[in-house]
């Protein structure tokens, strides 16, 4: 089982009829940070109008958000996520600022520009498949590090977290195709402690 997104932040930018629409793509897993971005991007462009968004995260397309920040209902923020879907990824944020630059677009035209900033931004960047993965949380003594690490390279798990004291705390994503052998083969570590988060 595997999922696109994108690996690296792009910025793109749209001209039409003296408007500026800058996009800024983001590899985005956590909608905790969108606060920070948002607001970094309006300290960098302050004379900026709107800073409009959209994101979806997560598997199964359940988990999204669009904001029209201020433009008419619908012509912003859905249209940012349209390009989004239109490239099937997911794990990912667009903000596009808008400089207003005097002429007045019409719905037809802030949905066009908005969608054609959101898309030129992620075409600055390739898609990347990523497995989907199942957090597990492994404690071991120190000693058993060499056998853990191992099948953590062998199965092609991701760390996520490492805490390293009198016992191991290590976080781990295991890619779903492998989570059967994976998790036998860590249970077969009789000190290891193994648990899903």
């Known amino acids: 089982m595997y999922y ?4 690296k932040a792009t910025i793109a930018e749209y001209k ?3 408007s500026r629409f800058i996009a800024y793509a983001y590899p985005f897993a956590d ?3 969108l606060k920070k971005i948002i607001q970094g991007l309006k300290k960098e462009h302050a004379k900026a109008v709107h800073h ?14 669009v904001s029209d920040d201020g ?3 619908g012509s912003a923020g859905k249209p940012i996520l349209n390009a989004i879907d239109s490239k099937q990824l997911t794990n990912v944020l667009i903000v596009v600022v808008r400089y207003f630059g005097g002429t007045l677009l019409g719905v037809p035209g ?9 898309s030129m931004a992620l075409q600055l ?10 957090k597990y949380q492994l404690q071991f003594d120190y000693t058993m590090m060499n056998e853990v690490m191992m099948i953590v390279k062998q199965y092609n798990c991701t760390i996520l977290k490492q805490e390293n004291q009198l016992f191991n705390i290590l976080e781990i994503g295991i890619p779903k195709a492998h989570l059967a052998e994976a998790t036998s083969k860590l249970k077969e570590l ?4 193994t648990k899903k988060l």
């Open 4 to 7: 696109f997104s994108i690996n």
């Open 16 to 18: 039409d009829r003296g």
């Open 31 to 33: 909608p905790e940070d």
């Open 52 to 65: 409009c968004f959209a994101y979806r995260v997560g598997l199964g397309n359940k988990v999204f958000r």
């Open 71 to 73: 433009e008419p209902s």
């Open 110 to 118: 802030l949905i066009n520009a908005y969608r054609s900033a959101a």
């Open 125 to 134: 960047t390739p898609s990347i498949q990523y497995p989907v993965e199942i």
């Open 190 to 193: 009789h000190t290891v402690e």
